[in-house]
């Protein structure tokens, strides 16, 4: 968090842009700073997707915190959540569900 707010509101000057009340005391002072890396621009494309396979594989080796089943990288959770909607669907409330389904019926519109 410390360099989001280094890079987005301290390097990007987002302070001297700042309107009150607008965004309050906090996002008031929100800035951003967009950065852009090509993988390939240093190294074959190759190479870098292996070296980032094996630091996650490290990661992953680690022995997780008291409390914890395992040591979790960015994407993973995401990753078993799109697979489980793969292959059971995204579930919705069913109040939802049915005011959903109510209105397709009102409209033509077929409901599986």
Do not use: C, N
């Not at 000057?13 to 929100?30: E, K, M, R, V, Y």
């Not at 939802?96 to 019926?105: K, V």
């Amino acid at each position: 968090m410390l360099a989001a707010e280094l890079l987005g509101r301290v390097f990007t000057g987002s302070d001297a842009f700042a309107q009150a009340p607008h965004g309050g005391p906090i996002f008031g002072h929100t800035g951003t700073l967009m950065i852009a890396f090509g993988a390939d621009l240093f190294q074959p494309l190759t190479e870098y997707t292996g070296r980032a396979d094996e630091l996650t594989q490290r990661m992953r080796a680690v022995p997780p915190a008291p409390g914890f089943a395992e040591v979790l990288v960015p994407g993973d959770l995401e990753a078993r959540t799109r697979e489980k909607r793969l292959r059971e669907g995204i579930p919705i409330a069913d109040d939802l569900w049915g005011r959903l389904s109510g209105l397709a019926l009102s409209l033509g519109v077929e409901v599986r």
